[in-house]
C-alpha cells in the first residue's frame, strides 16, 4: 500500500536551534517528492520538490534531502525563527495510478 | 499572497444540500488543482484541469464535480453533502500541465472552509 510516514508528529524547539524533520514513504513507482510549510488555516506553500536523480535541494534555511533507495526524506531547517512554527508536510507522487500521497505532518513549535 | 483566490472563505450548509466552490488561478497559470483537508484524513488531492480539460483525477467521490472556464477560472461543485464532508477545500495553480506526477510547483489559496450542519 502507498503510504507516507512523517516523524515526529511533533516537536518544540527554541529559537535559534536547528532541527530535522523526517518523511518515509512505501510509494511506489517514485515519481517525486515535495515537501510543504502551512501556517494554522492557511493554505500550504511549497519549499522544495525532488525527483528520483535529487539528493539534496536547498530553499533558504530549509534543506531537503532525499534517499530513493532505502524511501527516506529529510527537511532540516537552519537557525530556526519563530515565524518557522507551522505544520511541515511530506507528499509523494507516483504510485500505479499516478497520485499525491500526503503525510499527516509534523507540527513545529519554535519558542523564544 | 499566493496569488490565487477562492471564494466564499466560509461556507455552512445542511446535510442533503450542494455548494460551489470558486477558484481564480494566479494570472497566466494554466492547471487549476482542488485539495481537501480534514482532520482525520488530512490533504487530499482530487482533480487537476489544464486549460479547460481535466487531466488527473485523485480521490474525488462521485458526488464532487469540477469544472474549469475559458477565462481560467474552476469551480468545485459538491452535492448530497454529509457531515463527512466539512472540511478546508483549498485551490491550487501552476503553469503548466505536470499534474500530480510533473514538478512545477503549485500555489495555493487561501482555502475555503467547509461545514456541514
Known amino acids: 500500500k502507498n503510504q507516507v510516514e512523517q516523524s515526529p508528529q511533533s516537536l518544540i524547539i527554541l529559537e535559534g536551534k536547528n532541527c530535522t524533520l523526517q518523511?518515509?514513504?512505501?510509494?511506489?513507482?517514485?515519481?517525486?517528492l515535495r515537501w510543504y510549510k502551512q501556517d494554522t488555516g492557511r493554505g500550504p506553500v511549497s519549499l522544495t520538490i525532488m525527483t528520483f536523480s535529487e539528493n539534496t535541494k536547498s530553499n533558504g534555511r530549509y534543506t531537503a534531502t532525499l534517499d530513493a533507495d532505502t524511501k527516506q526524506s529529510s527537511l532540516h531547517i537552519t537557525a530556526s525563527q519563530l515565524s518557522d512554527s507551522a505544520s511541515y508536510i511530506c507528499v509523494v507522487s507516483g504510485g500505479s495510478q499516478g497520485n499525491l500521497i500526503f503525510g499527516k505532518g509534523t507540527k513545529l513549535s519554535v519558542k523564544p | 499572497d499566493s496569488g490565487v483566490t477562492q471564494t466564499p472563505k466560509h461556507l455552512i450548509t445542511a446535510t442533503g444540500q450542494r455548494v460551489t466552490l470558486r477558484c481564480s488561478p494566479r494570472s497566466g497559470d494554466l492547471s487549476v488543482y482542488w485539495y481537501q483537508q480534514s482532520l482525520d484524513q488530512g490533504l487530499q488531492f482530487l482533480i487537476q484541469y489544464y486549460n479547460g480539460e481535466e487531466r488527473a483525477k485523485g480521490n474525488i467521490l462521485e458526488r464532487f464535480s469540477a469544472q474549469q472556464f475559458p477565462d481560467l477560472h474552476s469551480e468545485l461543485n459538491l452535492s448530497s453533502l454529509e457531515l463527512g464532508d466539512s472540511a478546508l477545500y483549498f485551490c491550487?495553480?501552476?503553469?503548466?500541465?505536470?499534474?500530480?506526477?510533473?514538478?512545477?510547483?503549485?500555489?495555493f489559496g487561501p482555502g475555503t472552509r467547509l461545514t456541514v450542519l
Open positions: 491550487a495553480s501552476s503553469a503548466l500541465a505536470g499534474g500530480p506526477v510533473g514538478t512545477d510547483t503549485q500555489y
Open positions: 518523511c518515509n514513504y512505501t510509494v511506489s513507482p517514485f515519481s517525486n
